[in-house]
C-alpha cells in the first residue's frame, strides 16, 4: 500500500494496459481458428521477450527478417505483427482516462508518462488518443532504446524532468515496473483497475 502524504506534486502514468486497451489477441483472434494455436504462437513465436526488444527500440524490419527465419510457416501471420498492429488497439481505458482527466482538472499535479512502446508504433497512439495531449511529457522506451524496468530510464526521467522521486506516484500494471520503480525512490500503484486506482488515489489525497 503506497504511505498517504500530502507532499505528491506528480503523478506518472504508465499507458499500455492502464490507459491504452493494448493486446495482440484482438488481431490474432482473425488469423487463427483454434486459441490454442494463436496461445502456442505468441507464447513461442511473437512472444512477449521478442516484442520487448522492439519497445527497447529494435526495428520491426529487423525483428520480422529474424523471426522469419526461425519461425518460415508462420511467416504471414509474423508479418502482421507490424502490418496489422493497430489492430491490436482496442481503444482507451474509460475509468483510468477519466482519473486522468480529473487529475488533470485539479491543477495541482504534474502528470507525466513511462511507457514501454515501439518508437515506429508510437506515433500512431499518439495521434489515436487524444487524452495524451494532457501529459506535460511522455518518455517513449522505444526512442530512449532502454525500457522499464531496467532503472536507466526511471533515472532518465527523474533527471529529464526534475522529478523529486519520493514526491511522485508511478501507476504501472506490471509488478516488476512497480518493484523497479520504488527502487529507485518513487512511489507506485500496482495498477489492477480504475475503481481501486481511483480508491487509492483518494486515500493518499492526490484525487479530491
Known amino acids: 500500500m503506497t504511505t498517504p502524504s500530502a507532499d505528491i506534486d506528480t503523478v506518472i502514468f504508465d499507458l499500455g494496459a492502464v490507459l491504452i486497451d493494448w493486446n495482440p489477441r484482438y488481431l490474432y483472434n482473425k488469423l487463427f481458428d483454434e486459441d490454442h494455436e494463436m496461445e502456442y504462437f505468441l507464447r513461442n513465436v511473437c512472444s512477449p521477450e521478442w516484442n520487448n526488444q522492439q ?5 520491426w524490419a ?3 527478417d529474424l523471426l522469419i527465419a526461425q519461425h518460415p510457416d ?4 509474423i508479418r502482421a505483427y507490424w502490418e496489422r498492429w493497430p489492430e491490436m488497439l482496442n481503444g482507451p481505458i474509460q475509468g483510468t482516462v477519466s482519473i486522468l482527466k480529473r487529475i488533470d482538472a485539479q491543477k495541482e499535479h504534474r502528470l507525466l508518462a513511462l511507457t514501454n512502446w515501439s518508437a515506429e508504433t508510437w506515433p500512431y497512439a499518439w495521434e489515436q488518443f487524444d487524452f495524451l495531449q494532457l501529459f506535460e511529457a511522455i518518455l517513449v522506451s522505444g526512442e530512449e532504446k532502454v525500457k522499464k524496468p531496467d532503472p536507466r530510464i526511471y533515472q532518465l526521467l527523474i533527471d529529464k524532468y526534475d522529478i523529486v522521486p519520493e514526491r511522485s506516484i508511478f501507476i504501472d500494471d506490471s509488478l516488476k515496473n512497480i518493484v523497479a520503480a520504488r527502487e529507485q525512490g518513487i512511489l507506485a500503484i500496482h495498477f489492477t ?4 486506482l481511483e480508491r487509492e488515489l483518494e486515500r493518499i489525497g492526490v484525487l479530491r
Open 55 to 59: 519497445d527497447a527500440g529494435r526495428s
Open 62 to 64: 529487423e525483428a520480422t
Open 74 to 77: 508462420y511467416r504471414q501471420q
Open 193 to 196: 483497475d480504475p475503481e481501486a
